[in-house]
């Protein structure tokens, strides 16, 4: 692990920001949980095929973030829209927003009795009435993209974790979204299982998936971001590519929290 956080910046592994228009708007988003106040304003656009990657110390907002873009959090004022349409309170059109836009989870979030193949082929069928067979070729399709085929057949307590998260992306992914949301993927993964989840993650950027990663992988970042957003006290503080970011912070709070984890 510490490898992916010590690794020298080198040339990304995805190309340089997309021109994409705007797919993910937060606009003056603010988060009240009781008198904690956890997003304070925050603005940020997410243009189609880009990787942000979002950063900072605990408690800083950034899960908060993640889970208000499909709405797993409600906003106390400001807007969010997803490819030009306002984010749904509720109903059909929120489920189908969530369709649009995957999330992976730090805990994987499998359904426990079924098996891989099933949990990959489920959303599939119920929420985009997808036929059985389509959905099980796609799943198949999926799992032998990341890696885990030849699990298909096993419950997901029989896998690692990480292949549980790997099966939790192919789940994602079945849905076919416009966007993939990964609120910390890999804090819950030994250390040797974290780089085969963000292999995967790396193939993803590479191949123009729009992702919104939150994670401790500063390793990745460098790898895969188009742009990090740098966090702190539920404000965005400071927002670069990652080259700039990482060898020229411009804020003080960036600066003390890069001192605290590249030198580690």
Known sequence: ?????????????????????????????????????VLKDVNLT???????????????GKSTLCRTI??????????????????PAEGRELARLRADVGMVFQSFNLFAHKTVLENVTLGQVKAKGVK????????????ERV??????????????GGQQQRVAIARALAMKPKAM????????????MINEVLDVMVSLARDGMTMVVV?????????????????????????????TFFTAPRSDRAKDFLSKILTH
């Not at 890696?147 to 690692?160: F, I, T, W, Y």
């Not at 390793?219 to 503080?237: C, N, S, T």
């Open 1 to 37: 692990m510490a490898d992916s956080i010590t690794a020298e910046p080198g040339p990304a592994d995805v190309d340089t920001r997309p021109t994409g228009e705007p797919l993910l708007v937060l606009d003056h988003v603010d988060k009240h949980f009781g008198a904690l106040h």
């Open 147 to 160: 890696g885990v085929a030849n699990q298909a057949q096993k419950r997901p307590a029989q896998l690692s």
């Open 70 to 87: 499909n709405r797993l959090e409600t906003i106390d004022s400001g807007t969010i829209t997803i490819d030009g349409r306002p984010l």
């Open 181 to 192: 949301l990964f609120d910390e993927p890999t804090s819950a993964l030994d250390p040797e």
């Open 46 to 60: 997410v243009h189609r095929g880009e990787v942000v990657v979002v950063i900072g110390p605990s408690g800083s």
């Open 132 to 143: 059985p067979a389509t959905a099980k070729a796609t799943a198949m399709e999926l799992l």
């Open 215 to 243: 994670t401790h992988e500063m390793g990745f970042a460098r790898r895969a971001a188009h742009r990090v957003v740098f966090m702190d006290a539920g404000q965005i503080v400071e927002e670069a590519e990652p080259e």
